[in-house]
């Protein structure tokens, strides 16, 4: 039996207030559609701004047209004057009409704060970019996946459900700090301004509006990666129906298969830095171990079985230390050199990018390719 609209609306209405009712976005009873700040800048002690903004601090306000401005850890410079020192609280920076800001060459949306704050320990100057969370992902879908074209369009569809579901999962998370997410894909999700977004992931992200994941009464945490090598990180074969008689999906990807090889010298010298090893002292490598997991097959620790001593490393730490693609690898010593042969490009976890491109080639719609890598999640729109 259809529901009549009204009955239908109020359900809709209890079900965003159920799920939704401790998070930053739900304003009198509705869910909308939040601002999100994203931290582009903290690890450096300097950088630069230049174009047509406003400033302001504490009700102080100054108007730069077309100059630079130098941040300088807890200093705001215009040439060699100090104007604001971040001591004193955040400094709002706020385009003209009709312009927007940018650093490094990247064009962004929105406004910018900058704060001076310890992200990991030290405090450095930061800047935070804020705007509303749909045209944050206009940038993050077209940095994330691609390239995109009409026969794999849905998979930018499914990218930009599973990239909002994340972006909203972080901001609940840190409703408590001054940033909700990192800019770079080694930490969150890859964002570079304005300067990447393109026509059909723009319109993936109009046409999905305001729809997530939920699990469990909650935000899904989407995750995903470029290429699973085959496996996914839960066990399943990465193949329509998670088939054994079919091909993985991202098979033809140039990052289904790669191999590297270091050379043994390199090896223990990068080991010795690891394990603080002295410099001078001699390791002989008798034996090389691979622990996986049961299910991925990713490498779970790398021993070392040597003259000196036998210790491992991480297999995320391996990874890391050489600039591998992903932890799904297999290695042989031969003569000088340690050869590595490896599947897949980052952790496994969720939609594989090259998957959901393949599946959507194949004629699946964006919510059979989310069905496929979030089994038992369902898509909710919040807004």
Known sequence: MLLPVRVFNL?????????FSCTPFVKKGRPFEPNIRVLILFAEDTFSLKGFFTLSQNGKKIEIRDKK????????????????????????????????LAVYNNVYRGYFKI????VWKYKKPCLINVLPLEEYLYSVVACEIGPINEKNYESAKAQAVAARSYALFRITQNQLKFYDIFAAPNLDQAYYGKNRETFLTTKAVKETKGEVL?????????????????ILFNGKRDAEN????KEPLCKK??????????????????IKKVINFPKKSTIRIKRIKLEKERKSKRVKKVRFFTNVLNFYLSGEKFRNLFSLKSTLFEIKLKGNKLKITGYGYGHGKGMCQ??????????????????????????FKLY
Do not use: Q
Not at 11 to 19: A, G, N, P, R, T
Not at 91 to 100: D, L, Q
Not at 218 to 229: E, M, P, S, T, V
Not at 242 to 245: E, F, Q, R, V, W
């Open 11 to 19: 359900v809709v209405i209890f079900l965003s207030l159920f799920l």
């Open 69 to 100: 401005i130098n941040v300088k850890e807890n200093k705001v410079y215009l040439r060699d004057s100090v104007i604001f020192d971040l001591e004193n609280g955040e400094v709002i920076i706020t385009p003209y009409p009709n312009t927007n």
């Open 115 to 118: 704060l001076y704050k310890p």
């Open 214 to 230: 939920i699990d469990s009464k909650r935000i899904f945490k989407a995750l995903y990666h470029a290429n699973c090598g085959g």
């Open 242 to 245: 998670y088939s054994l008689a």
């Open 253 to 270: 990807s140039k990052n289904y298969r790669w191999e590297k090889e270091i050379k043994i010298t390199d090896l223990i010298d990068s």
């Open 354 to 379: 090259d998957g959901a491109m393949a599946l959507a080639e194949k004629g699946y719609n964006y919510k059979e390719i989310l069905r496929h890598y979030y089994p038992k999640k369902k898509i």
